[in-house]
């Protein structure tokens, strides 16, 4: 069977738009917070974000977007974009460089695309007030594939002429970690010898602040502690967005080309909890199930990793029943991984999630450290037992694996390792 391996990241994330940037802030617990002012109000309760830096999207006209000058984007394109479009644009460019790759080689029926949004809601309510405001005789004929939650499949397909399987994912904060996975399927059944596997997600009120209304977000108003993932004083977590593009293929197609593997995909698996539309299953009972599937997938017992990035957003329910499934997983085998969330650092980036927290743990195996678990003050009394460390490790972690979950209980993980 073939083994799929990542050779390139791209980054644009509340911590750092470009690798080093990222390695610095995971390993020093760097945040990407600041305060935020959402539709002007400050009457708000939702006070922080994670803020992505050095691009602009003032008004939903792209003539007015910007961003940073190292990145190309032709104009043209960008009308077909949403703010995460460009935001992907930027993380793709970044991740074929790493790679040892050209545009032109993502074009052809050897390559696929994967990717994860939610759409554009900024976008998508810009231009429904259009058609409402004029009755349906005005109307933006790029609306429809800018905003909604295939803009990021349309239009990089469209744009790199990927011929291979092309296929955008929508299970909430799972979504990349579908894409990752099903993008490792690809590989592994001789599918495809290249996949694109893109996350990402608009930096916007629109995005964002309708979770408030499930008291999801953190009403704290400090960015130091905002996000504290495992606290016992955790109240919910903060919004950011971005962009996060990994380039997986084949390991004998890495090789013959010369391209430096990263990391190994060795495993994933998944499980739902068959529980509630919104809340985790207060036992954990389908990441414990996709935890253990991944492991089997892996042919690796719970003793075999070394570092777990968890899925935990720092709201009081869903990292409580984490915790359950990570003591139900690895306590009561007598294992004691090291474990962190890094979503402390970066915020819950919905739908980016999985790829983004998937390449840090790709820099942790690659980089040789494991992220400290940042902002944790009070640990939560149901993490007893569990090995979370307050600083950054220099420590090389042979085996790492990755927790996702979203609405539904879709529970997807990842086991990720040093390359042979």
Request: hydrophobic share 40%; glycine share 10%.
């Amino acid at each position: 069977m073939p083994l799929p391996v990542i050779t390139g990241l791209g980054f644009i994330t509340s911590i750092g738009n470009d690798r080093a940037s990222v390695v610095r802030s995971l390993r020093e617990l760097r945040h990407g917070f600041e305060p935020y002012v959402f539709m002007d109000n400050p009457a708000l309760p939702v006070k922080v974000a994670g803020t992505v830096k050095g691009f602009s999207f003032p008004s939903p006209n792209w003539r007015d977007w910007r961003w940073p000058p190292q990145f190309a984007v032709d104009r043209e394109l960008v009308r077909g974009l949403a703010p995460h479009g460009v935001y992907a644009i930027c993380a793709v460019q970044q991740a074929l460089a790493e790679a040892g790759l050209e545009p032109a080689d993502l074009a052809g029926g050897d390559t696929g695309l994967f990717c994860a949004s939610a759409g554009s809601p900024f976008l998508l309510g810009h231009f429904l007030d259009q058609m409402r405001a004029t009755r349906g005789e005005r109307g933006n004929p790029m609306g429809i594939v800018s905003s909604i939650a295939g803009t990021l499949n349309f239009n990089l397909a469209a744009h790199y002429k990927i011929s291979g399987a092309v296929c955008g994912f929508v299970s909430a904060c799972a979504s990349s970690s579908h894409a990752l996975g099903y993008a490792m399927d690809e590989i592994r059944l001789g599918r495809q010898q290249r996949m694109l596997v893109v996350g990402a997600e608009d930096m916007t009120t629109e995005s964002i602040l309708p979770f408030s209304t499930l008291r999801a977000l953190s009403n704290n108003p400090d960015p130091v502690t905002a996000s504290r993932p495992f606290d016992r004083q955790r109240d919910g977590f903060v919004g950011t967005g971005g962009a996060v593009a990994l380039i997986v293929e084949s390991a004998e197609l890495a090789r013959r080309r010369g391209a430096r593997i990263q990391a190994e995909l060795v495993g994933w698996g998944q499980a739902g909890d068959g529980y509630s539309v919104a809340a985790s299953h207060p036992e954990g009972a389908g990441l414990r199930e996709a935890m253990r599937r991944t492991l089997a997938d892996a042919r690796v017992t719970p003793a075999d990793i070394a570092y777990v990035n968890a899925h935990a957003t720092s709201t009081p329910a869903g990292d409580r029943s984490e915790a359950l499934a990570l003591q139900a997983v690895f306590t009561a085998a007598g294992a004691k991984p090291h474990i962190s969330s890094t979503k402390a650092l970066t915020g819950h980036g919905l739908s980016l999630a999985g790829a983004m927290e998937a390449a840090f743990c790709t820099l942790a195996i690659d980089e040789k450290f494991i992220p400290g678990a940042a902002h944790l003050g009070e640990l939560d009394p149901v993490c007893a037992g569990l090995d979370l460390p307050r600083t950054s490790l220099d420590e090389a972690p042979r085996l790492v694996l990755n927790n996702n979950s979203g609405f539904g209980g879709s529970n997807v993980c990842h086991v990720l390792g040093l390359p042979a």
